[in-house]
């Protein structure tokens, strides 16, 4: 069974950086996509970024040049690295977790992702 345990989430201003961290175990695809959704009260769910087992990111418009995905394999953590967070990112962020057919990118839709992380909540003020 997949478990995915979130946690760096907190309270931070606009303009402040929080890196958020993903335990990954139980996990035995040797190809894979890990990413990061968030949602906000009243809203979707929606993809944030994504990350292959080859290395290769997909990101939100929203977050590109803002937020970097990446993974210590010796440690089984995903991360995100979120700077310049401005007060649209406060959201509830789950990690995810799924098989990787390697044909294409990891995709950033709700329906892809079958393994799902509690949350953690990053709240940015103006």
């Known amino acids: 069974e997949v478990q995915l345990v979130e946690s760096g989430g907190g309270s931070v201003q606009a303009g402040g950086s929080l890196r958020l961290s993903c335990e990954v175990s139980?996990?035995?695809?040797?190809?894979?996509?890990m990413g990061w959704f968030r949602q906000a009260p009243g809203k979707d769910r929606e993809g944030v970024a994504a990350l292959d087992s080859d290395g290769d990111a997909n990101y939100a418009d929203s977050v590109k040049g803002r937020f970097t995905i990446s993974k210590d394999n010796a440690k089984n953590t995903l991360y995100l690295q979120m700077n310049s967070l401005k007060p649209d990112d406060t959201a509830m962020y789950y990690c995810?977790?799924?098989?990787?057919?390697?044909?294409?990118?990891?995709?950033?839709?709700?329906?892809?992702?079958?393994?799902w992380g509690q949350g953690t909540q990053v709240t940015v003020s103006s």
């Open positions: 995810v977790a799924e098989g990787w057919a390697g044909y294409r990118m990891c995709g950033l839709e709700v329906w892809e992702y079958n393994n």
């Open positions: 139980g996990y035995t695809y040797s190809s894979y996509c």
